[in-house]
């Protein structure tokens, strides 16, 4: 009698221990540690993040990474090969490890500091693309018929118009007014050739990528607006009284942030090509401030005779897109339950 009441006692005890079990809540991960999770376990994505990583770290602090100044001169020393030593005495001793340029520049310094050019362009141009595009695509994706006609009116105008033609024409305008004389240039446009010239013409160079960057940016974010705000969380939202500017940043907003982050990921490649470009063809920064764009065009003519003035710059923008391009692609998966499960 008394080994059965124990045993009962026992399952009793089983019995709600399990249940305490079950109720007990459980931790769930969200969307943003799945993707996480699922990143960090590709090791092709692991070594994009680190060469990204040092290459923001080297964009940073420039001037302790390089061995020389991006404008120190030697004219004694020009065109050397790549692991040659300096002749010049003021320069006595340094080994220029990529070899010089037609001034007697270490390559690699000009290098290091090119990285700061780039990096700035691929993280303030996303920046700048997700910012403008995502708001403008909330107010435009919310608001009525009449006003998202128009908005969307504007975008179609601007998207149009070829992007990297339009990109030039607006560095071309920028760069026309930096030339003008003081007399001849308003308070605002002093204070933008300012900017300019303390950022060694990066500036105009970050209003012309984002200037037209922002473009598919919008549409996508006002593509995804429409697809939510019909749904019935908004819909209760709206009827229990919720203002539409907390809808759009409680309730639309955090869905439609994961397409726009991938869109945005993708896109950088983009904008650090059009840095190239632009600095390739001197819209870009302005010298002595050096562009691994620029450095490509003042290299590519001596191709033969001195080809490591090209291949470094060339090698380090053709890396630095390649590692970007692998992390959208691996972030879009990671964001897409329908590929991360398989």
């Known amino acids: 009698m008394s080994s059965s009441t124990h045993a009962d ?5 089983s019995a709600q ?5 079950s109720s007990a809540p459980r931790r769930t991960r969200g969307l943003w540690r799945d993707t996480a999770r699922y990143l960090l376990h590709d090791p092709l994505v692991v070594a994009c993040v680190l060469y990204i990583a040092t290459l923001v770290v080297v964009s940073v602090f420039p001037d302790t990474i390089a061995p020389l100044s991006y404008e120190q001169t030697s004219f004694r020393d020009k065109l050397l090969s790549p692991g040659s030593i300096a002749t010049s005495e003021k320069l006595a001793g340094h080994r220029f490890l990529l070899g010089s340029d037609r001034l007697g520049r270490d390559i690699l310094s000009r290098l290091v500091y090119g990285t700061r050019v780039s990096i700035a362009v691929a993280f303030i141009g996303s920046a700048v693309s997700f910012l403008i595009g995502v708001g403008y695509g909330l107010v435009s994706g919310y608001s009525s018929a009449r006003i998202d006609n128009l908005m969307m009116r504007l975008v179609d105008v601007v998207y149009g118009y070829p992007t990297l033609i339009l990109v030039i024409l607006l560095q071309v305008y920028l760069t026309g007014i930096s030339q003008q004389e003081a007399g001849q240039t308003t308070g605002l446009q002093r204070v933008v050739i300012g900017l300019d010239n303390r950022t060694g013409g990066l500036f105009f160079v970050f ?21 939510f705000r019909d749904q019935e969380f908004v819909q209760a939202a709206y009827a229990v009284g919720v203002p539409d500017r907390l809808i759009l940043w409680r309730h639309l907003l955090p869905n439609v942030l994961g397409p726009c982050i991938v869109a945005g990921t993708l896109a950088i490649p983009t904008y650090i090509y059009t840095e190239a470009f632009l600095s390739f063809i001197g819209l870009g920064v302005q010298p002595p401030m050096p562009s691994w764009g620029g450095m490509i065009s003042k290299g590519y003519g001596a191709m033969r005779s001195a080809p490591h003035l090209i291949f470094p710059p060339a090698l380090a923008l053709f890396l630095t897109m390649l590692a970007f391009n692998f992390l959208g692609d691996a972030v879009r998966d990671a964001m897409d339950p329908r590929i991360r499960h398989r």
Do not use: E, F, I
């Not at 221990?17 to 079990?21: A, I, Q």
């Open 17 to 21: 221990s399990d249940l305490d079990l």
């Open 9 to 13: 006692a026992t399952q009793a005890d």
């Open 207 to 227: 209003v012309a990528v984002g200037a037209v960057s922002w473009l598919n940016m919008a549409r996508l974010t006002r593509g995804q607006v429409m697809h």
